[in-house]
């Protein structure tokens, strides 16, 4: 496996509107740029925008003609960069740990 800048994803997902597309995109399963829009209170542009972002992180894939291009969730990214997070994570609960039995070894 091999890992990847968490960054474009945590990018991608400081947008709301990119979230709510993930959402969309990961509960109803691949779908048009059309039938995104009229799902969203934005225009035509800012969708395709916004899914140009998501692909360039990784977390949405297109595929198809240009008319009628389907776009789909690509969970991997996702995956990684909460590997990244819990990676970090064990990394501070030992660093806790150890601050925790010096401190009582001290007591």
């Known amino acids: 496996m091999t890992e990847r ?8 997902l400081a947008d709301p509107t990119r979230r709510a597309m993930i959402e969309a995109l990961s509960d109803d399963g691949p779908t048009t740029l059309s039938d995104l829009t009229r799902r969203f209170p934005v225009t035509r542009q800012a969708v395709a925008k916004h899914l140009s972002v998501l692909q360039d992180a990784g977390l949405v894939d297109s595929s198809g003609p240009v008319r009628g291009r389907m776009y789909s969730f690509t969970p991997q990214p996702l995956t990684d960069a909460m ?10 609960d030992e660093r806790l740990a150890r601050l925790k039995r010096q401190v009582e070894h001290r007591a």
């Open 5 to 12: 800048d968490p960054d474009p994803v945590f990018e991608a």
């Open 83 to 92: 590997t990244w997070i819990v990676d970090v994570g064990a990394g501070w």
